[in-house]
Every structure is written in structure tokens, then in C-alpha cells.
């Protein structure tokens, strides 16, 4: 007992690399569930929140499927704030699961034209379109665990 008094920071040191480890294998899980069970949806940005001492910014967009509202929190990544207010009320793709639909990540790197009008139309522009393909290599940071779950 003495041992754990006098090297306290060896457990300290022990958890934060296990919350690292498990906040890690959280997104690989995310990751490939989506590349299996991802489906496509026209995402619009209703609103932008800042947080932190103007460290950054999260978006609020929503999406529907079957007429139901979802809405989604996602980070806006390290846009300088004048770009960041630019993207709001702009159409985004959205990628969410099938069996959680409330599970879905905002794709700000492929907007959807505004002639695009339900969701079978979107499944058939992503098909023609390989370049929007590509983005799906990548599925957008879901933040970090502490951020979602504390």
C-alpha cells in the first residue's frame, strides 16, 4: 500500500491509457459498423453552438427518415469561425446506422444539391458519384468518449 502512496501517478497514468484505449477501440467498432450497415440521408445544419474559449464549434443538423426528425451533434473541425457560420442552413450528406438511426456522422465535405429531393434520389446520386464514394473511407470523428458519455 505504501508503494501505490508514493507512486500515485502510475494508476493515474494506468486509466488514462485505458480510457485512450477504449475511446480508440469505440471508433474502430463505429467505423466498421458503418461501412456495413451506413445508410444515406440529406443532413441540413440548423444551428452552430461554440465551445470552450473559442476552441471550436459543434453543429446541430437534423435529417429524416420515414417522416421521423433526427438530430445529430457533430464537431465542425478546425474551420477558422467566419467558415464555420457559412455552412448553416447548407444540405450535407449524413450517414447513419440502420439499426440506430440516432447513431449517424454529418459528412461536411459532401454537400447534396438542392434538386435532391428524398432519400432514393440521394442513394442514386452517391452510386453515380465515385468521388463522394471516397469520403466514406473516412467516417467523421465522433469526438472523443469523455465529450460523448460524461
Known sequence: MEFLK???WIPLLL?????????????KKFEAEYKQN?????GK????????????YHYVYSFEVNNW????????GKLPSSKVYENKNKRFLVLYLKNNISNSRLYT?????DHIKDNSELQKWVA????????????????????NYF
Open 69 to 76: 426528425r433526427y438530430q445529430g451533434l457533430c464537431d465542425a
Open 109 to 113: 465535405a459532401v454537400p447534396v444539391d
Open 15 to 27: 486509466l488514462i491509457a485505458g480510457v485512450f484505449y477504449y475511446d480508440s477501440s469505440l471508433k
Open 38 to 42: 451506413g445508410v444515406y440521408a440529406v
Open 45 to 56: 445544419i440548423r444551428e452552430i453552438k461554440p465551445y470552450g474559449k473559442g476552441g471550436g
Open 6 to 8: 508514493q507512486n500515485y
Open 128 to 147: 453515380d458519384n465515385p468521388s463522394v464514394k471516397a469520403e466514406f473511407d473516412s467516417i467523421p470523428d465522433p469526438g472523443l468518449f469523455i465529450e
